[in-house]
Each structure stands twice: as structure tokens, then as C-alpha cells.
């Protein structure tokens, strides 16, 4: 009895040094948390890996497209709790239905998703991916999977003095982030991106209830490989998520207290 | 009897280059701590993968912010970041040596924290 209490005030006691050390109040979770990546190191993460998506994935040429993901890209990211990066919003030229956010506020929606969402619908999606940002899912997702040495390397690749920082490490690094991005999140993580995104959505002045429409729609639209398929590989657990969203939007609005 | 103990205080020295007065090293790197900082437990942290070192001085906010900027830019250093609603906030890079420097109150003292 004695030895666990001794070893729960000692594990208390490390959780609080801890916290009293290094942990900053996220206005989008509400909570305290243990981030080491700052705002500009992530950004500087974000403008690299950029690089990376871009050699394999093109901007659309799409001048309604593009317009439309900046103006609706916009009004989200005046509603998001963060401010400290500057979002950036872009359409790929890609069929497969899918959205994600890189480090930093670099957003991209494809082309195919776009094409069967409307503007509120468009919305909650981009909401979906600054709620991200925003909530830092992408930074505690490096900082959980990467050495701290290497995620500077990837911030500072190609500045200052390179003696002695291999490249290859550097391009391995770019490419770990990106993947991590790619693969999506925790199943408590996309949730709370969808109710974040549904307020910020909300806060724009868009339609709250366009999430439900949003990923009925994707889910129609992949047909019956919805779950192995573009959007849903990497943003699991629709049916599920549908539901939560269900009960959460009323609290969101207001409509409910 | 003298010879001995002061051969044991620059063995101490140097066996706790962390606490000595002055200096952190990361990655080889000798980077000052200012004048009148005290060393704050250092932890070893994500398994091994990141490292913290904390320091308080009763220097105000804006003399450690001052101090650093001019160091780093003195020295050669890139830097990402700088002054924000906490204090000041970088990542900075000079040949092999990478880490971030946070300088914010606590308090009612300074804190220097040194993450790599």
C-alpha cells in the first residue's frame, strides 16, 4: 500500500514538473498540453513537406475550384481558436476524395472531393482540417513518433550551415512526416477535429448540419469500398463519427445545453 | 591535503557540465547560460528521443530575450521564430547542433528552457 502511494506521488509529482515546465493552454481543446514544436518550427516543417506532396500531387488549374477553397478556407480561418499560423488553402488535382493539413496551416482538399460537396458541405471539411491545426493533432503527432533532432532537421532543411546534416536523413524525415500525416489520426483525435470543425464551421456562418450531409455523400460517392477508399482510409470510422456528430452538433449550436 | 580537494572540485566541475556556471553544451555546442541562471532538474524525456533543460534567473524577461537574440545572431546561428505573447520562442540550428529555446515568466522569475 504504502509503495503504491509512494510511486503515485512520485508519478504525480514528475506529471506536474512536467507541466509546470513546458505545458501551454490550446484555447482549441481547452486543455494544457505538452508541445515542444513551436508554432514557427512547425510552420517551417509544413513549408518542406509541402515540397514533398507537391512533387506527387499537382495544384488544380482550376480557377473556380481554387477560388471557391480560398474563400470558404478563409471564413474558417478567421473562426479557428489559432491564430498564430497563417492558413493556406489549396486544390489538388486529384480524383480520389480526400482532404488533409499539413504542419504549419497548409491545407489541401481534392479536386474529386470538391466537385460533390457544396459550400457548407466544403466547409465542415476544411473546419475538419484546421480543427486539426488547430488542436496541434499534427505537432503531438510528430513529436510522439519522431526523434526531437530530426524533426528540427526537417524544419531546417536547406537553411543555415548544413556541415554535418545528412541530407538523406533530412528527406527521410520529410518523408516520415508526410506519411504520418497521410495515415490519418486516432480515433479521439478525428473526433474531436469534427466537432471543432463543425464549430468553427458554425462560427463562419455555414451550416453545421452540412458535416452529416458531407460524409454521407463521400460515403455514397466511394460506394461500397468506402471503407478501404480515399477519404475514409484516412478518416475511419464514419458510421461511428456520423453519430457523434449527431449528438454533438445541438451542444455546438446552442440548441441544445 | 589542499591538492587533492581542489583536483576533486574541478573533477565535480566538469563531471556536471549542466549545472556549471555559464555553459550548456548540446550536440558539442557550448551555448551560454546567462550570468545568475540556476540549473533546474534536467529530464530526459519521449524515451530518450528529446531532452529538456530548465533554467530560472530573477533577470528581467527582456534582458534573457536581449541576451539570446544577440548571441544567436552574434554567432552565426539560423534561426526559426522569435518574440511572441509568451516571451520568445525558437528553434536554431549552427553545424551539427539543433535545439529550441524558450524564455517565458514563471513565477515571478525568468525561465530559459533549452529542449534537443
Request: charged share 20%.
Amino acid at each position: 500500500m504504502l509503495r503504491f502511494f509512494f510511486k503515485s506521488s512520485f508519478i504525480l509529482l514528475i506529471a506536474l514538473f512536467l507541466s509546470g515546465c513546458a505545458t501551454t493552454f490550446n484555447p482549441a481543446t481547452g486543455r494544457n498540453e505538452l508541445i515542444f514544436i513551436n508554432s514557427p518550427t512547425e510552420v517551417a516543417m509544413g513549408h518542406n513537406v509541402r515540397e514533398e506532396l507537391l512533387k506527387n500531387h499537382p495544384l488544380s488549374k482550376d480557377a473556380r475550384l481554387n477560388a471557391k477553397v480560398e474563400a470558404v478556407g478563409r471564413r474558417l480561418a478567421s473562426a479557428s481558436d489559432r491564430q498564430d499560423v497563417q492558413y493556406k488553402f489549396y486544390c489538388l488535382e486529384e480524383k480520389e476524395l480526400n482532404a488533409m493539413a499539413l504542419p504549419g496551416g497548409f491545407i489541401y482538399v481534392n479536386s474529386g472531393l470538391m466537385r460533390i460537396l457544396n459550400d457548407d458541405e466544403l466547409a465542415y471539411v476544411l473546419g475538419h482540417e484546421v480543427g486539426h491545426v488547430a488542436a496541434r493533432h499534427i505537432a503531438k503527432k510528430i513529436q510522439a513518433n519522431m526523434a526531437y533532432q530530426l524533426i528540427l532537421g526537417v524544419a531546417f532543411a536547406g537553411m543555415g550551415d548544413s556541415a554535418g546534416s545528412s541530407a538523406q536523413n533530412v528527406a527521410q524525415g520529410v518523408d516520415t512526416v508526410y506519411n504520418l500525416v497521410s495515415l490519418g489520426y486516432s480515433r479521439q483525435d478525428e473526433y474531436e477535429a469534427d466537432r471543432i470543425g463543425v464549430k468553427y464551421s458554425f462560427r463562419a456562418g455555414y451550416n453545421p448540419y452540412a458535416a452529416l450531409s458531407a460524409l454521407e455523400k463521400i460515403k455514397k460517392a466511394e460506394g461500397p469500398d468506402w471503407k478501404i477508399l480515399g477519404y475514409f482510409r484516412s478518416h475511419p470510422f464514419a458510421d461511428e463519427r456520423i453519430e457523434a456528430l449527431e449528438r454533438a452538433i445541438p451542444k455546438i449550436t446552442g440548441a441544445e445545453p | 591535503m589542499r591538492a587533492p580537494v581542489f583536483l576533486l572540485l574541478i573533477f565535480a566541475f566538469f563531471l556536471n557540465p549542466l549545472f556549471a556556471a555559464g555553459v550548456i553544451s548540446i550536440s558539442g555546442t557550448q551555448i551560454p547560460v546567462i550570468e545568475g541562471a540556476k540549473a533546474d532538474q534536467e529530464e530526459e524525456i519521449l524515451s530518450g528521443e528529446a531532452r529538456i533543460a530548465t533554467y530560472f534567473t530573477e533577470r528581467p524577461l527582456e534582458e534573457a530575450i536581449s541576451f539570446y537574440e544577440s548571441f544567436f545572431k552574434g554567432n552565426g546561428f539560423a534561426v526559426i521564430g522569435g518574440r511572441d505573447s509568451t516571451g520568445f520562442n525558437v528553434a536554431v540550428k549552427k553545424g551539427n547542433s539543433m535545439f529550441s529555446l524558450r524564455i517565458f515568466t514563471q513565477a515571478g522569475r525568468t525561465a530559459i528552457q533549452f529542449i534537443w
